[in-house]
């Protein structure tokens, strides 16, 4: 066992390589967003080693570069590798400077794990002159690439996070790590919160409503706290990529904008481990099946599409008489409706949402419906897949 995940450590190729090599040829500066412990540095420093490299969260680093920038850039030469740029913003402004002087691709790689820190400085110094990559954690398809075959609960239970895999971690104890983490030091820097236990049990009731459309104002009345607050901090868990929104397709483009969106979480692990989930057979009873396994579908649907450096484009459908599709992919001008089923068993019935989306809807071309069963067959209006293949709907 530790063989495997030895190897897997030393020589997974992350799917999003290929499209990082090619942007870093086409610009001076590549821009690598993602959660804390998806991989960032591994990624960025396997596929370029001769690159320098520095982490802003070295406090002597982050001060030199704080007070004397001039000198940071002397002491780490281009091509340079700084990860966790959120951490001094201000250096945008250098690398500016630097790349417009020398004129030339594939000098900088920044990563950061804060969106909501990073976006709008990147977007004001390097407009034009960074490319921007999203990487999450762990695919299946990556996973099984290195051998590593996991059942449905087991890869609910465990999640994606390659920490977990490289050093055959007990998924709970790091979840709760990766948490608490998350909390004391990230939160810190982002919110200005008296009691973090309120913080805490918001996140744990998103929790319990995984992959439902999300209704603010009744957890403020289980929190006793103001839907104007919760909103922002759920755009605060949303910037440090802890939850994922999925928004509803309407044909008007407004309208889209302003319905609620359903609730993910960016690592299904990360949502066993708040549900108090610490067995694969505790997956298996669980009431929220069929909303974890939604879940981990959805998202591996979003890591095929950012893999390839491409927006996800993905929403959900539903209507006022509770018709509605689990994902509608938007493709060009086509629409594939998509469901996704925690059964292992096929059966006609849960072909029901694609059907209605089908007949209502022009644009709607071959649907699929993806689920836990091995039995893989074609249709004349849809595909029915096991999970483990979703990246093949998106290719």
Known sequence: MYKILYICKMIIKREIQSELENLMKEYPVVTVTGPRQSGKTTLTKLTFPDFNYCNL????IRQLAEKDPNAFFSRFPCPLIIDEIQRVPDLLSYIQSIVDLEKRNGMFLLTGSQQLLLSESVSQSLAGRTALLQLLPFSIKELLS????????????????PRIYD????????????FQTYVERDLRQLLQIRDLSLFENFIKLLAGRVGQVLNLQS?????????????????????????????????NFGKRLIKAPKIYFTDVGLVSYLLGIETEEQV?????LGGLFENLVV????????NKGLDPNLYFFRDNNK???????RKHNSLIPIEIKAAMTYHE???????????????????HLIYSGKLNFKSENFDVINFTETHSVFS
């Open 323 to 329: 018709n509605e599709v689990d994902l509608v992919f």
């Open 284 to 288: 298996s009873r669980d009431p929220l």
């Open 146 to 161: 290195e051998n590593i075959n996991l059942n449905r609960n087991e890869l609910i239970l465990k999640g994606f996070l």
């Open 299 to 306: 998202m591996e649907a979003v890591k095929s599409r950012l």
């Open 57 to 60: 969260e070295n406090p002597e």
């Open 219 to 251: 957890i403020s009345n289980d929190l006793g706290v103001t839907s104007t607050t919760l909103s922002h901090w759920l755009s605060v868990l949303e910037a440090s990529f802890i939850v994922f929104k999925l928004y509803p397709y309407f044909e």
């Open 167 to 178: 050093h055959n971690q007990n998924p709970t104890k790091a979840n709760r790590n990766y």
């Open 349 to 367: 019935r849960l072909t029901k949402g694609i059907k209605f989306f089908q007949k209502i809807s022009k644009k709607s071309k071959k649907a």
